[in-house]
């Protein structure tokens, strides 16, 4: 482990739904490659639909690390030098560290660490 992938999914302004799907569809993939995070953009909801996304797909998000199917995740606006969680994450994913959004507080991202 190491890398991780960075996923665009609401680059055509899917439904929450249609968001989510693709998602899951990303964290397996990334499972599959053998990396230890994917970065989720999905917008912040400045057009509506953003915001939907995020709370839909931070829902799914929780409900994935209740399973254990994630270890867990960390919303872009906590995904900061001073976040236990994401200094934890760099140990999976040392690539994280020079990440643009890393003391950003973009909410408009999701780091799931796998």
């Known amino acids: 482990m190491g890398g991780y992938s960075e996923v665009n999914i609401k680059h055509d302004m899917p439904t929450a739904s249609q968001a989510v799907k693709?998602?899951?569809?990303a964290i397996e993939n990334a499972r599959?490659?053998?990396?230890?995070?994917v970065k989720l953009i999905h917008g912040y909801g400045s057009h509506g639909a953003g915001g939907?996304?995020?709370l839909e797909l931070r829902a799914y998000l929780g409900r994935l690390e209740r399973?254990?199917?994630i270890a867990y995740f960390i919303p872009g606006e906590d995904?900061?030098?001073?976040s236990e969680p994401t200094r934890s994450a760099f140990t999976r994913c040392?690539?994280?560290?020079?990440d643009p959004d890393l003391d950003r507080s973009n909410n408009g991202v999701t780091i799931v660490v796998l």
Not at 94 to 98: A, N
């Open 22 to 25: 693709r998602a899951t569809y």
């Open 32 to 37: 599959r490659l053998g990396l230890g995070c």
């Open 52 to 54: 939907k996304i995020r």
């Open 67 to 69: 399973q254990r199917r």
């Open 79 to 82: 995904f900061s030098i001073f």
């Open 94 to 98: 040392p690539d994280l560290r020079k």
